[in-house]
């Protein structure tokens, strides 16, 4: 298992490179970052050239990316151009973001799960074509259309929750918003879960449990379920940086002042070195949630066995 971690690690430094540097290569297309500082009004030559040189932007592209690394492994994800260190954005927008993420795999994890269990063991039942409908209509609408609809009946005409969230983002702020930002990926994990509850019913080892006299309970729980969630848990880790990255269109809804928000207004802004510090981040976000994903498979199946 030792080994195994060391060489999946090893294996993460070339795609975390080459993924940053896609990254750095994108945001710098976006357009002249200098350009957007100075409004609807053009820079002044010499306003404009100090800027680029006090931000590195008259340097190659090659030569940005390198220091930009190099800054990265000493911890520093470069300065906003209002002048307010990345990482300072970071310590303010990440928790809310972090919390707000939470809430969402745990409406996943609980809520997706059970509905997944329950129609996989129902299959062609009444309750089962209830839920598949109620998850095809919740693919089928757009997240935003979701969060407005939410905000408008529970926010503003039923007067349940504030429309927006305040700054504090306190966990019970965050429910609403969390069930919306988790709503399409739940969905996925009900679906998910019931096809291979449904699948693993039939299997051998299940008929032979039953056979032998086990309660159902635990033939559900410890047999049914336990070898079920390898597909789930592997939606799950790849959804974890999906959610914290996605959440633009909710946090924009809830006026949540987290990763999305600062994302946006990065792009909004072209501040190419926000949108590069806090994407750097999310890649590290994918990189790990995957490696835990690999090594969640073991505990799940004992067959699986890394060497």
Known sequence: MGRYV????????????????????????MGDPIAGLCGDRQCDPATAAQLRKEFGLDKPVWQQYLTYMGNVFTGDLGTA??????????????????????????????????????????RGRPVD????LATLVVISIPTFVT???????????????????STDAEFSELLVPGLVLASLSLAYVTRLTRTSIAENRRADYIRTAIAKG???????????????LIPVVTFIGTDIGALMGGAIVTERIFNIHGVGYQLYQGILRQNTQTVVGFVTVLVLVFLVANLLVDLLYAVLDPRIRYV
């Open 214 to 228: 086990v309660p159902r309970r635990r033939v559900v729980v410890r047999h049914l379920l336990r070898n079920s």
């Open 81 to 122: 151009f209002n002048g307010q260190q990345v990482t300072e954005l970071m310590a303010d927008s990440w928790p809310i973001t972090a919390r707000l993420t939470l809430i969402a795999i745990l409406i996943e994890l609980v809520v997706g799960i059970t509905l997944g269990v329950v129609t996989g063991l129902r």
């Open 6 to 29: 060391i060489r999946r690690l090893l294996q993460m430094i070339p795609v975390f490179i080459g993924a940053t540097l896609l990254i750095f290569l994108m945001v710098n297309v």
């Open 147 to 165: 969060g407005l609809l939410l905000q408008l009946l529970l926010g503003v005409k039923w007067g349940w929750i504030k429309p927006a969230v």
């Open 129 to 132: 074509t209830g839920v598949l």
